[in-house]
């Protein structure tokens, strides 16, 4: 390990085969990255098949979907470096520059925890401030998120507005712009069957942590000064 290769990478991957190759790449040519874990959680043999293919990572397999949550867990305990950034699978245009920025304020000590803001975002999601808000690019010290492991105890999605729960106002969050950067969003995925699966995500939240908490997480990722650059 350089003095640079500071961050492990946790990539939970469900049924993204096609789209995940280019992301795992990318991270990779960054000088912060030590390592990349993938958790194939549940995926289809195509995914299989090309996660097998793929050099340069940790894979891991759950037999059956368990949730982004329980994924994310898998990976992390596999960390071995003093940083560690969650990236999601299906992610557009990023680049290893937008891996830098997330994770070098964390690695500087001008923050805590990063929250990575993506530019090409559907409009529906950033006016209604969700994508914003539970985006899953995030990075902060391996230390601090073992020191709360509790929160991935949460199944499916709800690891987003826990983890915000647990760390916006207690310790310093920024959120970094991601140029160019989209995402595959689920109606563009799976049509009508995607829509369902997002108003059932914001219903689930709402259900959990009730209309003012989820309203309180929105109001602080679209606070001006949330922005680090």
């Given at each position: ?6 961050v ?17 790449n990318e ?6 990255c ?5 958790v194939?959680d ?39 470096s ?35 803001i ?6 529906y ?20 998120l ?18 915000n ?18 995402q595959?969003s ?16 914001v ?26 650059y």
């Amino acid at each position: 390990m350089t003095e640079i290769s500071l961050v492990s990478v946790v990539i939970p991957c469900f049924n993204d085969g096609p789209r995940i190759t280019p992301v795992v790449n990318e991270v990779k040519k960054s000088n912060y990255c030590r390592e990349i874990i993938v958790v194939d959680d549940g995926s289809d043999q195509e995914t299989n098949h090309i996660l097998r293919s793929l050099t340069g990572i940790k894979l891991i397999r759950h037999p059956r979907n368990l949730g982004k949550s329980r994924a994310l867990k898998s990976g992390i305990l596999q960390v071995k470096s003093p940083y560690v950034a969650f990236v999601d699978s299906d992610l557009t245009h990023f680049t290893t520059a937008n891996f830098d920025k997330l994770v070098s304020p964390v690695i500087n000590r001008q923050c805590d925890i990063t929250l990575g803001i993506r530019e090409k975002e559907d409009w529906y999601g950033v006016i209604s401030g969700f994508a914003l808000a539970y985006t899953g690019e995030r990075c902060l010290s391996t230390k601090l998120l073992r020191q709360n492991i509790d929160i991935f105890d949460q199944k499916g999605y709800l690891i987003e507005p826990e983890f915000n729960q647990r760390f916006f106002h207690h310790v310093k969050v920024r959120g970094v712009l991601l140029k160019n950067v989209g995402q595959l969003s689920q109606p563009r995925k799976n049509g009508f069957r995607g829509l369902l699966i997002n108003f059932r995500q914001v219903q689930s939240f709402i259900k959990c942590y009730g209309i003012n908490q989820v309203y309180r997480q929105i109001l602080f990722v679209k606070n001006p000064h949330f922005l680090l650059y």
